[in-house]
């Protein structure tokens, strides 16, 4: 897990986790990017090329938003009609993310999860929350974890190792 370093009120250095930092700041995080145009720049960049053109088809399948904080990409995607699991370290985040869900009416769309994203047992706790409402069949028998998720997943742990 990532440290992040500041400086505390008399100007003593504190070392952070990551969970810790993303904790402390939750309340502020979103306003702390809000009317910066390269943001917005940034924003539509990467709705445009990293995440609508992969989103699947049919909108039975379920969505893994991983280390998605205050849900900034969750949202959009849940009001497509997707159902998301909403995973982060950051209990604070998530509680944001929460807040904000209640607002948009997308609650029923939505499952949260703490997870640690640099975590693959994490991981695998949310993917199997994510197979739990999307059950896959293969070869006519049920099956949580599909063959294709099961290959992902430890592309991924082979990444973090």
Same mark, same amino acid.
């Given at each position: 897990m990532s440290d992040f370093s500041v400086f505390g009120d008399e100007g003593a250095l504190l070392? *952070?986790?990551?969970?810790?930092w993303h904790d402390l700041h939750a309340s502020d995080y979103d306003a702390s990017y809000e009317g910066k145009k390269w943001v917005e720049i940034y924003d539509r960049i990467t709705w445009e090329k990293m995440i609508e053109p992969y989103l699947p088809r049919s909108k039975s399948m379920s969505i893994l938003d991983a280390g998605g904080g205050t849900g900034k990409w969750t949202i959009p995607v849940a009001r497509l009609g997707y159902h998301v699991t909403l995973a982060d370290i950051s209990e604070k985040m998530l509680e944001?993310?929460?807040?904000?869900l209640a607002r948009e009416?997308?609650?029923?769309?939505?499952?949260?999860?703490?997870?640690?994203?640099t975590s693959v047992n994490d991981m695998i706790q949310s993917c199997h929350i994510m197979a739990r409402l999307q059950p896959q069949y293969e070869n006519n028998r049920y099956d949580p974890f599909p063959t294709q998720l099961l290959s992902e *997943?430890?592309?991924i742990s082979e990444c973090m190792s």
């Open positions: 070392v *952070l986790t990551s969970k810790e944001m993310a929460k807040e904000k009416n997308l609650l029923d769309r939505v499952s949260v999860a703490p997870a640690d994203v *997943l430890s592309v």
